[in-house]
């Protein structure tokens, strides 16, 4: 059984900064990617950020030099530093693991910036 758990979401003031973490838990051999996913109200969910197992990132291109995706390899804990947040960016933001052969969702986390 693995479980995905997110934290760090919030309401935050357009310009501000959030903090989100991703834990992993359970029998998990070995994770292949993570990443972050968001879905506003009425859209479909898109991928933020993610990064591979051997260092490779992606990032949206709205999010370009905003956000950064980080990961604590030994604790399979994933962060996405969100900087000068604006109010598009307010949706739900999921985690996503790979593993291999399965991958699995975190339950989400609200994150709102008003403006």
């Known amino acids: 059984q693995v479980q995905v758990v997110e934290s760090g979401g919030g309401l935050v003031q357009a310009g501000g900064s959030l903090r989100l973490s991703c834990v992993a838990s359970?029998?998990?051999?070995?994770?292949?990617?993570m990443g972050w996913y968001r879905q506003a109200p009425g859209k479909q969910r898109e991928l933020v950020a993610a990064?591979?197992?051997?260092?490779?990132?992606y990032y949206l291109d709205s999010v370009k030099g905003r956000f950064t995706i980080s990961t604590d390899n030994a604790k399979n804990t994933m962060y996405l530093q969100m900087n000068s947040l604006k109010p598009e960016d307010t949706a739900v933001y999921y985690c996503?693991?790979?593993?291999?052969?399965?991958?699995?969702w975190g339950q989400g986390t609200q994150v709102t910036v008003s403006s």
């Open positions: 996503h693991v790979v593993t291999t052969p399965y991958d699995y």
């Open positions: 359970g029998s998990i051999f070995s994770i292949n990617a």
């Open positions: 990064v591979r197992s051997g260092g490779s990132t």
